[in-house]
């Protein structure tokens, strides 16, 4: 009687449901998956240079391909294989390969786009709706500094266009950080929080000393500066109105600029206008 897809045995490994192991090219050992290598071996597995595989039923070692050779086995190693990626899985998750990415992907191919600017797969609603960074994929998590373009956990993109896993980006938010790690820039909406910093600052005054205290900012967020009156609670954005800013400048160091610059004399020895230089505030 054919065995049927309900009554094939599971195996694999808690990465994988698969029906073969592969034999590491680097070290020759039997692994089932690369993720198993990777976590015992002080070296990583080049699964595209895999040429054998283990059949996990009658444990013949064969070359690479979809189903064991042996006659009196013939098992399908897994319903999804991937030649080029000598990838195998018995758990349907809509694979599929991209040769640009040049791994595979899953989430169903019809769901996707490959942006060539930031060199990964991204979801089609993204499409003329994000922000491309060369090749931004090809770099590490600013959490868990794991390699984002071969990683297996989702990645997630922020308005700066600073990829970053999305389990990273869910508790940096439970800690109460919102800004990119990488350009610290906002990655949520911050109206509700900008608000009620307007009301904590219109409920307290500054004292005398400072009330009229003129400082310059930069907004990370805009990246617009501003010359705005300090406040110890926040400095606001006059531009876009967010508190993601940082001071650049004092009426001190207005001071200390005019202070460096030459004095202009004419003829009688009195100082001369000096009207077309910048000035700051």
Known sequence: MEETEESAPTVGCQHYKRKCALVSPCCKKVYT???CHDDEENHQLMRQE????????????????ETCENENCLTVFGTYFCEKCRLYDDD????????????CRVGGEENYFHCDTCGVCLAKELKNAHKCIEQASRSNCAICL?????????????????LIHYACFKEMLKTGNY??????????KMDNVWEHIDDEI???PMPEEY???IVQILCRDCHKESSILFHVLGLKCQEC????TCRTAGPEDAQQEDDKKPSNTDGSGDSASASNNPTTS
């Open 33 to 35: 998956c690369r993720v």
């Open 50 to 65: 895999v040429q054998e595989v283990k059949c996990l039923l009658c444990e013949k070692v064969q070359k690479v391909a």
């Open 92 to 103: 349907n998750k809509k694979q599929f390969h991209c040769d640009k990415c040049g791994l």
């Open 146 to 162: 794991e390699d984002l373009h071969t990683s297996r956990i989702a990645a997630h993109i922020p308005p700066c266009g600073h």
């Open 179 to 188: 800004a990119c790690p990488t350009c610290n820039q906002s990655m949520v």
């Open 202 to 204: 219109a409920h307290t």
């Open 211 to 213: 009330k009229d205290y």
């Open 241 to 244: 109105g967010s508190y993601n």
